[in-house]
């Protein structure tokens, strides 16, 4: 199986940058997309950003132009740099893998969550 573990998160100012890591383990062969996804207090998760093992990336809206994602696939590691943060972008940043079965079946590894706070 897989296993996520996310790094990185903490306290930042208005307009500040923090970068994230998220690292995989076991049989990462089987991986194909990674991920960020976050969770604000009393909202559901909603998507950050995602990188396929080929460097595709897609973003959410309200992250384009402010943060990016990355890929080290030698290293199985997962990047997102965040710029320019703003209070609303204050959540549990959740790593997301997707792990394909030879069957077909698709699974979602999730990672523990880091905090990222934006004080104003």
């Known amino acids: 199986q897989v296993q996520v573990v996310e790094s990185g998160g903490g306290l930042v100012q208005a307009g500040g940058s923090l970068r994230l890591s998220c690292a995989a383990s076991?049989?990462?062969?089987?991986?194909?997309?990674m991920g960020w996804y976050r969770q604000a207090p009393g909202k559901q998760r909603e998507l950050v950003a995602t990188?396929?093992?080929?460097?595709?990336?897609n973003y959410a809206d309200s992250e384009k132009g402010r943060f990016t994602i990355s890929r080290d696939n030698a290293k199985n590691v997962v990047y997102l740099q965040m710029t320019n943060l703003k209070p609303e972008d204050t959540a549990v940043y959740y790593c997301?893998?997707?792990?394909?079965?030879?069957?077909?079946?698709?699974?979602?590894?999730w990672g523990q969550g880091t905090q990222v706070t934006v004080s104003s």
């Open positions: 997301n893998a997707k792990y394909w079965y030879i069957t077909g079946k698709i699974v979602d590894i």
């Open positions: 076991g049989n990462t062969f089987n991986i194909n997309t």
């Open positions: 990188i396929t093992s080929g460097g595709s990336t």
